[in-house]
């Protein structure tokens, strides 16, 4: 009896103790055996890859671009000036003037463009000529009848040609026949005064002027016209 006494008096230490050891060593045994049972799944090998290397990257061959040249500086518009018009050309026309019973020749003045051709200059002429009866301002006048028209003038190597209309030779006495032919053959040469003239009617060379049949002679200069009239 004593003895059982004795047995539970034994400190209470080394029993928790003694339940400490025997309970590690349990957990001990326990892990082993969980181990045992359950071994470490094996770890997965994966076969090695061998990488070739990456086919050679065929490179382009580098373009060399021309140095680009700067674009040429580009000029300012240029400014268009109209050139002025060329002065006119100073012509004549040849009217008559009664001077103490006597016809005189007069000229007046008259502008003609300079850069028309010389057909044009002796055409501005007899339009002048034959489109008026006179110049006032010089009480001077003409007796070349109003219907008579300018058929063609043209300048040509061997003179100048004036063809009038069948109304030049109608009227008038032997002194208008002289006159009216004096004015054809001074007006036609105003811008050539040294010029022979050749004179047609209706395109027929002039013979004889009048009904009194004032002789003209082809070609007349203004010194024939001189010579052979007295005004």
């Not at 997965?44 to 990488?51: K, Q, S, V």
């Not at 060399?64 to 040249?69: A, D, G, R, Y």
């Not at 100073?90 to 008559?96: I, K, P, R, S």
């Amino acid at each position: 009896m004593e003895h059982k006494d004795k047995l539970r008096r034994i400190p209470l230490g080394i029993f928790a103790g003694l339940a400490t050891l025997m309970l590690a060593s349990g957990g001990s045994v326990a892990w082993f055996t969980w181990r045992t049972l359950n071994p470490k799944p094996p770890v997965a090998e994966f076969p090695t890859l061998e990488t070739k290397p990456d086919a050679a990257v065929t490179t382009p061959p580098e373009t060399t671009l021309s140095p680009v040249e700067p674009a040429a500086p580009t000029a300012p518009p240029k400014e268009t000036t109209t050139p002025a018009p060329a002065a006119d050309v100073a012509g004549q026309v040849f009217w008559l003037k009664d001077e103490g019973g006597q016809l005189k020749l007069v000229p007046e003045a008259i502008s003609v463009a300079a850069d028309a051709s010389s057909d044009a200059q002796v055409k501005t002429a007899f339009d002048a000529l034959l489109s008026k009866p006179g110049d006032p301002e010089q009480n001077a006048f003409t007796t070349i009848p109003e219907q008579t028209q300018l058929l063609e003038a043209t300048v040509q190597a061997d003179g100048i040609h004036v063809n009038l209309s069948a109304d030049f030779e109608t009227g008038g006495g032997s002194a208008a026949m002289m006159g009216r032919l004096g004015q054809v053959i001074y007006t036609a040469t105003a811008f050539d005064p040294a010029a022979p003239v050749w004179i047609s009617v209706d395109s027929k060379p002039l013979t004889l002027l009048g009904g009194e049949g004032l002789e003209v002679s082809q070609p007349m200069t203004r010194d024939d016209f001189n010579q052979s009239f007295e005004l």
